[in-house]
């Protein structure tokens, strides 16, 4: 392993309130250092959760995708179920999810509700904003301890419920989500993913599907909150823009919600608990234009938080996880 990649202390700087950062000496080859230190910043992602590296910097979008590719392995993911669109730059490399600017991304993790999810996420910031727009994170493991005993026996027992209506005017298309606006393609995905489907009568389609809110670490055997029913819950929308979405679409044509997993509503004030805790257990570090950072997608929650000014993050997902390699609590139905 690299000796210019300590594991320990000074090595990554570990602070309170902020996630490891590791800082790295300018190459003039990005690509080749990020090929010759993938396994010692994997190491330390298994250690912390997640590490920032600082100094890297690599500048054109061309360089940046190339940096992700090679800490993905060569081998990023091909994003599936997405809840809103991205850019892609290359295969497997994608622009952040597009978000109003002025709305906080709340914790999540990424593709928690598939039955195949990225094991490692990859961000790599080309241009910080003026304010705000950390990519903040939170540990799963923390996260669950301190939750009450008997939600968490709740969402145990259940799962959780996601509903998702697909139109053309807000959130993810189909073509976002299923890479194909063939018909029979998608349902065809739909029954082999355990997801409930009804083709709406404007052309729209509407799906449920039921998931573990709790899994065990694939590595450590150790039990995470992982899920996205505190961020794709109408509750967790700015009031103005949940009444427009409600007035507009009704309270079951909203282009997403959560509920339990006996499909009954989560109130607003167990959405508020959710994600008070979250912001309880949060470290973040605000971008800085050339940053990278790496996280454990199933021990390490991750947020968008508000932003002003131009930000431009680049993303690839990696090591692909089954659901059912995970120690899924519910079964996995359509619900």
């Known amino acids: ?41 994997r190491a330390v992602v298994v250690e912390h959760g997640a590490v920032l590296v600082r100094g890297l910097g690599p500048s054109d979008p061309d360089t940046t995708a190339a940096v992700l590719r090679e800490l993905a392995g060569g081998r990023p993911m091909t994003e599936k179920e997405a809840f809103a669109s991205r850019r892609t730059y290359a295969d497997g490399v994608y622009s952040s ?14 593709l928690s509700y598939t039955l195949e999810f990225p094991g490692l996420m990859l961000f790599a910031c080309r241009e910080a904003p003026a304010a ?16 009450p005993t008997d939600l968490v026996a709740r969402f145990l027992r259940e799962g959780w419920l996601l509903t998702r209506t697909y139109n053309d005017e807000i959130g993810a298309s189909l073509a976002d989500s299923f890479g194909t606006e063939d018909r029979a393609a998608i349902e065809q995905y739909c029954r082999a993913s355990a997801i409930a489907f009804e083709w ?12 573990s809110a709790v899994v065990r670490h694939p590595v450590t055997g ?33 282009p997403f919600n959560t509920r339990y997993g006996d499909g ?11 994600n008070e805790v979250y912001e309880a257990h949060t470290v973040r570090e605000p971008w800085q234009s050339g940053d990278l950072m790496l996280v454990d997608n199933v021990r390490t929650a991750h947020s968008r938080e508000a932003y002003e000014g131009p930000r431009e993050v680049l993303v690839a997902m990696a090591d692909a996880v089954r659901l059912a390699d995970c120690s899924p609590t519910v079964e996995v139905t359509p619900r």
């Not at 705000?132 to 939750?147: E, I, K, P």
Request: some cysteine.
């Open 1 to 41: 392993m690299p000796s210019s990649i300590p594991l320990s202390p000074p090595g990554v700087d570990l602070r309170p309130g902020r996630p490891p950062v590791l800082r790295a000496e300018p190459p003039g080859d990005a690509v080749g250092w990020a090929a010759e230190h993938r396994d010692a910043l």
């Open 97 to 110: 999810a597009k978000w109003p600017p002025n709305q906080p991304m709340c914790m999540h993790h990424e």
């Open 132 to 147: 705000g727009g950390a990519t903040a994170l939170a540990d799963a493991q923390n996260v669950l301890s301190a939750l």
């Open 200 to 211: 709406q009568p404007d052309g729209g389609l509407r799906t449920r599907q039921r998931r």
């Open 222 to 254: 150790r039990r995470c909150w992982f899920n996205q029913i505190a961020f794709l819950n109408e509750w967790t929308l700015a009031p103005e823009i949940r009444e427009y979405l409600v007035d507009v679409y009704g309270p079951d044509g909203l």
């Open 264 to 274: 009954e509503p989560i109130g607003e004030d167990t959405v508020r608990l959710l």
